[in-house]
């Protein structure tokens, strides 16, 4: 594999914790449960509509998405600042012997922010975030267009990311993937997709550079 795409939020970013508590708090504005990380990786999925639509257990129009999505990146931007890097995240991307980029489903604008925050951004030959200001998506078109822009033939591509999303994404375009067990989703579901699951970045990597 010549190139390595980079997920964001639960993979990179070591930001579960913040993540469930900006949830709870956007929950809470409709009287929705309180949910624990487990929870959280077990029932967490792409379009996010519809992971609220499970856990209030009713339906969730466009209009309230709106409302809970707002809610929840107000919360999670007062917290934003006191989010690490994973553990390992650094030595992990030294270790890529390839080009580097990042696609993630945050803002964009936000999102360079934070890449070059950490001093990443000479890591990196291109960082892709969310348009627009409503999240939610999955990211499989989103990551086309990663690849268009960088003139990257799939098949030399492996996409290292938390969820199931993040497979799903790199299989409809004909990438490889690699799944990370530290962030958003559940091992079990993960392990059901097929596609190698690692414990640490740094195994991500080691799994990728010998696909």
């Known amino acids: 594999m010549k190139h390595l795409v980079w997920d964001w939020n639960g993979t990179l970013l070591d930001d579960l914790k913040l993540v469930v508590d900006a949830t709870n708090v956007c929950l809470s504005t409709v009287g929705g449960p309180v949910i624990t990380a487990d929870e959280h990786r077990r ?20 209009a309230e998405f709106q409302l809970l999505d707002d ?5 999670y931007r007062r917290g934003m600042a006191d989010v690490q890097l994973a553990p390992d995240a650094l030595e992990a991307m030294g270790s890529w ?83 990370y067990a530290g962030g958003f989703t559940d091992t079990a579901l993960l392990r059901a997709t097929g596609l190698p699951v690692a414990y640490s970045l740094v195994e991500a990597v080691n799994l990728a550079s010998a696909r």
């Open 43 to 62: 029932d967490f999925r792409r379009p996010i509509l519809d992971y609220y639509a499970h856990v209030l257990e009713r339906p969730v129009d466009q």
């Open 97 to 179: 012997s390839g080009t580097q980029s990042l696609l993630s489903m945050f803002f964009h604008d936000e999102l360079l922010v934070e890449v070059e925050r950490r001093a990443l951004g000479a890591r990196l030959v291109r960082v892709d975030g969310l348009p627009g200001t409503v999240g939610g998506h999955r990211k499989a078109e989103f990551l086309a267009r990663h690849l268009t822009a960088l003139s990257l033939d799939p098949a030399e591509v492996i996409l290292i990311g938390d969820s199931v999303d993040d497979g799903d994404a790199a299989r409809s375009v004909g990438a490889s993937a690699v799944l």
């Open 71 to 75: 809610a929840f990146h107000d919360a």
